[in-house]
């Protein structure tokens, strides 16, 4: 029942405009529609209403649990990579600030796993890019360290995981890959423990141009949680530039 009502969030998606919009019992869709037009910025709240704490555009993503389903909504997956690329390189590098924009915002939910989004249009050179981004200017150990409320210590944890190169898909057992921070690191799974490596490190180095499960080579850009349960080696060779593809 849930996973039916899970893939309601189709019935909002307006494809003159590409964008999630409400609509009335009709079914018609509201002409009332400023996509980037945040929601603490409207304060009749004519144009956001049906949004909350994000504009359109950020709420454009927020479907962390059916990545493909949401891409197939869009006119074609060259029109989805370059909107979300445009989403991240429109959005200012500044950390904390009082007014985030339309664009991406670190500092609140609905955005936070469309880094990971890019993986499943087979862009994962832009997952890493963006992942890395997000990592190097919306973290920091000044008063201002963190983008946003923490809240349940949620951009905490996306640090730690997305410096570890795997971060974890809502309502499922996959985590995406994206590349690591560090050179090494363990993760200790009880009496076990994962290894990640990163070969080839270097603090420019931010794409992974080949990884390795236990040895052998990963043709894909995520694991299941049973994969790595018992411990091993997650291996990434690191690059400057992503591979040819």
Same mark, same amino acid.
Request: charged share 20%; aromatic share 16%.
């Given at each position: *029942? &849930?996973?039916?009502?899970?893939?309601?969030?189709?019935?909002?998606?307006?494809?003159?405009?590409?964008?999630?919009?409400?609509?009335?019992?009709?079914? @018609?869709?509201?002409?009332?529609?400023?996509?980037?037009?945040?929601?603490? *910025?409207?304060?009749?709240?004519?144009?956001?209403?049906?949004?909350?704490?994000?504009?359109?555009?950020?709420?454009? +993503?927020?479907?962390? #649990?059916?990545?493909?389903?949401?891409?197939?909504? &869009?006119?074609?997956? !060259?029109? &989805?990579?370059?909107?979300?690329?445009?989403? #991240?390189?429109?959005?200012?590098?500044?950390?904390?600030?009082?007014?985030?924009?339309?664009?991406?915002?670190?500092?609140?939910?609905?955005?936070l796993y469309s880094a990971y989004l890019f993986n499943a249009a087979?862009?994962?050179?832009?997952?890493?890019?963006?992942? =890395?981004?997000?990592?190097?200017?919306?973290?920091? $150990? !000044?008063?201002?360290?963190?983008?946003?409320?923490? /809240?349940?210590?949620?951009?905490?944890? +996306?640090?730690?995981?997305?410096?570890?190169?795997?971060?974890? $898909?809502?309502?499922?057992?996959?985590?995406?890959?994206?590349?690591?921070? &560090?050179?090494?690191?363990?993760?200790?799974?009880?009496? =076990? @423990?994962?290894?990640?490596?990163?070969?080839?490190?270097?603090?420019?180095?931010?794409?992974?141009?080949?990884?390795?499960?236990?040895?052998?080579?990963? /043709?894909?850009?995520?694991? =299941?949680?049973? !994969?790595?349960?018992?411990?091993?080696?997650? =291996?990434?060779? *690191?690059?400057?530039?992503?591979?040819?593809?």
């Amino acid at each position: *029942m &849930f996973a039916k009502h899970a893939q309601f969030y189709r019935n909002l998606w307006n494809p003159k405009t590409q964008y999630f919009q409400p609509r009335n019992s009709q079914g @018609v869709f509201s002409n009332a529609f400023q996509p980037l037009l945040l929601t603490y *910025m409207d304060a009749g709240g004519k144009f956001t209403k049906d949004y909350v704490e994000g504009s359109a555009l950020q709420w454009r +993503w927020a479907v962390p #649990f059916d990545a493909q389903g949401l891409i197939g909504l &869009f006119k074609s997956r !060259e029109y &989805f990579v370059k909107e979300l690329n445009d989403f #991240f390189a429109l959005s200012s590098p500044a950390r904390a600030a009082w007014n985030p924009g339309p664009y991406y915002w670190h500092g609140n939910e609905p955005d936070l796993y469309s880094a990971y989004l890019f993986n499943a249009a087979d862009r994962p050179d832009l997952t890493q890019k963006w992942a =890395r981004w997000v990592l190097d200017n919306k973290y920091g $150990t !000044e008063s201002d360290g963190l983008d946003g409320n923490d /809240d349940a210590g949620t951009l905490s944890a +996306w640090y730690v995981l997305s410096a570890l190169g795997i971060y974890p $898909t809502a309502g499922s057992d996959i985590y995406q890959l994206g590349a690591p921070l &560090f050179q090494k690191a363990e993760v200790k799974l009880g009496d =076990r @423990v994962l290894k990640i490596v990163a070969d080839n490190y270097a603090v420019d180095h931010v794409y992974a141009t080949k990884i390795w499960l236990n040895d052998k080579p990963l /043709d894909r850009t995520w694991l =299941r949680h049973a !994969e790595i349960a018992e411990g091993g080696t997650l =291996r990434f060779e *690191m690059g400057l530039r992503p591979p040819t593809r």
